[in-house]
């Protein structure tokens, strides 16, 4: 049972863009959400999260976009940068417990 | 400081074989959790600790799997009777209490021939 479905699974984005990796969810147990930024051959680091009684949270070029009616959730990486090149996984948890989402590889072009 | 670290880094075994993988969390930190990453995935639950016991084991996926963590700190996933279908990178997080974040190891990854 997929709870947490990520899309697209693959995105190129040309450097100085905007790069948009969404998720959706089905148990309305969930209570966080956090987006988490994977290297190769390195353990996820989280990068921002958000509770569900926020619609918006913004740290630097990093902005997560929720709707709780709809139950979903998106990640936006603005002026996009080669260094942004790296696996995204969102997130959500419930009890403690996260559930990840099948990850999106963003790939940033100079 | 440090941050969560795994050793080994890699493990190859035979099929039918038993490892270890030992997880040390963050300094102060009582929480615990392992998970498993299978390649192209995201990672998946195997089972979390709150101090010196298992608060939710519920992920582990059949009984060759089992972990400990005897003095609230290191944790040791146990796999017995390897599959190659255990092929995958072991995370290991740990969290302060009552607090969001989970900090990630770099995990092992364990290759089952």
Not at chain 1, 95 to 110: A, D, E, S
Request: charged share 20%; with cysteine; hydrophobic share 30%.
């Amino acid at each position: 049972q997929q709870q947490v479905k990520q899309s697209p699974q693959s995105l190129i984005v040309q450097k100085g863009g905007i790069s948009i990796i969404n998720c959706a969810y089905e148990n309305t147990a969930f209570d966080y959400f956090p987006w988490y930024q994977q290297f190769p051959g390195k353990g996820p680091a989280l990068l921002i999260a958000i509770r569900p009684d926020v619609s918006e949270k913004k740290e630097g070029r990093f902005t997560i976009s929720f709707n709780k009616s709809a139950k979903q959730f998106s990640l936006h990486i603005m002026d996009s940068q080669p260094g942004d090149s790296a696996t995204y996984f969102c997130a959500a948890r419930k009890v403690q417990k996260l559930v990840f989402g099948q990850g999106t590889r963003l790939t940033i072009n100079p | 400081g440090a941050g969560v670290s795994q050793t080994p880094s890699n493990k190859v075994t035979e099929k039918g074989k038993y490892v270890e993988l030992r997880c040390d969390p963050i300094s102060g930190h009582t929480a615990l959790y392992w998970y498993r990453q299978s390649l192209g995935q995201g990672p998946e639950f195997l089972i979390y600790f709150q101090g010196t016991g298992a608060a939710d084991d519920s992920g582990l996926p059949n009984d060759r799997f089992f972990a400990v963590r005897p003095e609230g700190s290191v944790s040791t996933l146990k796999i017995q009777r390897t599959e190659r279908g255990d092929s995958a990178v072991y995370l290991c997080a740990s969290s302060l209490a009552n607090t969001d974040t989970q900090y990630f190891g770099p995990g092992t990854r364990l290759t089952v021939l």
